[in-house]
């Protein structure tokens, strides 16, 4: 059985500038898994890079309030909404609200350095 606790998971500052704390990702653990995830975290008046993966990505929101940003479109987000992004869409993430913007990132295949790129 693998179970790992947020609090166990090392925060680094992902290229995107958001707080991440991997909890799974095929390169790094005894998994069978094609995806990554981890927990990021926006504090108020904070944003992510404008960035793109090869990859797909699903953000789901776990508390607090942002502007999603995908190709020119926005969109309000907020606790339990989920946000497909699709293969190479630029995207960023605003938190509107006056809290800390928290949300899991699912990236599909696992990701990696190589294939993000920042604008």
């Known amino acids: 059985m693998f179970v790992r606790r947020l609090a166990d998971c090392e925060e680094f500052l992902s290229g995107d500038m958001c707080r ?10 005894d998994v069978e898994l094609r995806y990554s ?3 990021a ?3 108020p008046g904070e944003s992510s890079a404008t960035h793109r993966l ?10 607090g ?8 479109e926005e969109r309000e987000v907020g606790p339990d909404d989920m946000v497909y ?8 993430l605003v938190n509107t609200g006056e809290s800390d913007l928290k949300f899991l990132c699912i ?6 350095e ?3 790129e920042l604008r």
């Open 20 to 29: 991440l704390r991997e909890f799974l990702h095929p390169d790094k653990h």
């Open 54 to 63: 090869r990859t797909s990505e699903v953000y789901f929101i776990i508390e």
């Open 41 to 43: 975290v926006l504090h």
């Open 37 to 39: 995830l981890a927990h």
């Open 114 to 116: 190589a294939d993000e």
């Open 65 to 72: 309030n942002g502007t999603m940003v995908i190709s020119g």
């Open 85 to 92: 992004i699709p293969p190479m869409h630029w995207q960023h």
């Open 107 to 112: 990236v599909d295949p696992a990701w990696r």
